[in-house]
Structures are given as C-alpha cells and as structure tokens.
C-alpha cells in the first residue's frame, strides 16, 4: 500500500470504531430498539484493528523513507 492508502485505512478506521462505540451506548439505553440487535462489539474490534494495521503500517513507510 502507498501512504495515500493507508491515511484512509486509519481516519476509515478510526470512524468505524467511533461510530460502533456511540452505537454500543445507544444500545444500552434503549436495550429492544432496532439497533440493539447490530453487532456493535464486532465493530468496534473490527475498526480498532484495522486502525492497528494502518497505525503499523504508517511507522513502516515513515522508516523507510
């Protein structure tokens, strides 16, 4: 991947996991709406880890120059 790619990949990320953590709190307080059944956790890991590879990734090309 170009560094171009990899921005995307973490800000991508980074709203994958910001979205899923406001879902989570919006399931909570309302436990039988229609977005408790939406798998919030998954999501957040998901996010997390793609924000993780893309965080890994940057370091690399950065030390390559």
Do not use: C, K, Q
Request: cysteine-free.
């Amino acid at each position: 991947m170009e560094m171009v790619t990899t921005w995307w990949l973490l800000g991508i990320g980074l709203g994958v996991a910001a979205v899923s953590l406001l879902g989570d709190r919006a399931r909570r307080r309302a436990p039988l709406a229609w977005h408790a059944y939406l798998p919030w956790n998954g999501l957040v890991f998901a996010g997390l880890a793609a924000a993780l590879f893309a965080g890994v990734h940057l370091l690399g090309l950065l030390r390559a120059g």
